[in-house]
């Protein structure tokens, strides 16, 4: 079986209301492509992927007027995919959904959120992810009140072979300063996303560990906003957001998740480039910045059956940038890049 995760930049820009895609010379929301390009790529780094499950980061919006599920599907359909089906979880208001589009004939998912609904007022235990988070922050004895602008997508799933486990998609909260005009404004908020950010996995990983204490396989995986080494303000905090839901202050290492590519970046080898996911143009520095944002993390149960992981870079890894159509297809679908497992399910 083959799991993977893809952010792709603003997909909901390629559908009307009714779902239906927009194959037209007309704009994307991505830089110089049009909605053709954009959407002929994604056919190509989908169908070459083939995987059982994709977890689908910045899905098509979820609202009154439209449809995550019928867009996806309409697009899998348009494609050809096996992966035909699609489930959402609970909808955000940011035009960016998480969903899973997966081939029915491999695994059945179900939306199945954990935790208490909470009020305004929250819950410090792990609340349901459309609910809100109670923790102190800065230490001043008064629990900042945290919520997820996506909340991730909880499914309960079992496989043709009668396997079941559970995954968790997501898309934490991201560390840029938007809006900010001056230097003490991008730091103010640069420290201030980055203490949400840390929230989020504060409370992903309380849900985490309540899974595996319950003895349940699992797999968590989407776009972190983050990981080990990638800015200045880890040092100022200690730790990554990513080390935090992997578990690795845990003495048990049994409860700790696994992701080769977060153990690759925090080893910190100088002997070969760190492994990336995520390409984005400066253009005030007219020069690309790579990092390491998509994981595809691992109970230790699943990780004793040896899965494949894989980062699908259009110039990383030798397969992608062998096959021009393919690899020219990585680069227009998105600014991210899909990062699959294979794993005996």
């Not at 309540?210 to 880890?234: K, S, T, W």
Request: hydrophobic content about 40%; charged content about 25%.
């Amino acid at each position: 079986m083959r799991v993977a995760t893809y952010n792709v930049e603003w997909f909901n820009n390629l559908f009307d209301d009714n779902g239906n895609l927009l194959d037209d010379g007309e704009w994307s929301a991505r830089y110089d492509v049009t909605r053709t390009d954009q959407l002929s790529s994604l056919g190509i780094v989908f169908t070459a992927m083939d995987a059982d499950a994709v977890m689908i980061i910045e899905a098509p919006d979820q609202n009154g007027k439209r449809s995550t599920v019928s867009a996806l599907e309409n697009f899998a359909n348009t494609m050809g995919l096996r992966a035909n089906r699609a489930i959402v979880g609970f909808e955000n208001h940011t035009q960016q959904e998480i969903a899973l589009l997966y081939d029915p004939t491999t695994l059945t998912p179900r939306h199945d959120p954990q935790g208490e609904a909470t009020g305004k007022k929250g819950s410090a235990d792990a609340p349901r992810f459309d609910g809100v988070f109670r923790l102190d922050l800065d230490v001043d004895a008064a629990p900042e009140l945290i919520n997820f602008s996506k909340p991730p997508l909880e499914l309960a799933i079992e496989t043709a072979k009668g396997n079941t486990f559970r995954m968790i998609g997501v898309h934490a909260k991201s560390k840029a300063p938007h809006g900010a005009s001056t230097p003490e404004e991008v730091l103010r908020l640069s420290i201030a996303n980055r203490r949400k950010q840390l929230a989020q996995c504060i409370w992903l990983r309380q849900r985490v560990e309540a899974h595996l204490d319950a003895g349940d396989p699992m797999i968590v995986l989407g776009d972190f906003n983050d990981g080990p080494g990638l800015d200045e303000y880890e040092e100022l905090f200690g730790h990554s957001g990513v080390e935090i839901v992997l578990g690795l202050n845990q003495e048990d290492t049994s409860k700790r998740l696994f992701d080769p590519h977060a153990r690759q970046a925090i080893k910190g080898s100088h002997a070969a480039a760190p492994p990336v996911t995520a390409r984005f143009y400066l253009s005030h520095e007219k020069r690309y910045l790579s990092a390491l944002l998509d994981y595809v993390m691992v109970s230790c149960d699943l990780a004793a059956m040896e899965p494949v992981w894989r980062i699908w870079h259009p110039f990383d890894d030798p397969e992608c940038y062998r096959n021009q159509d393919l690899c020219q297809a990585l680069l227009t679908a998105s600014d991210h890049f899909p990062v699959t497992m294979d794993i005996d399910l």
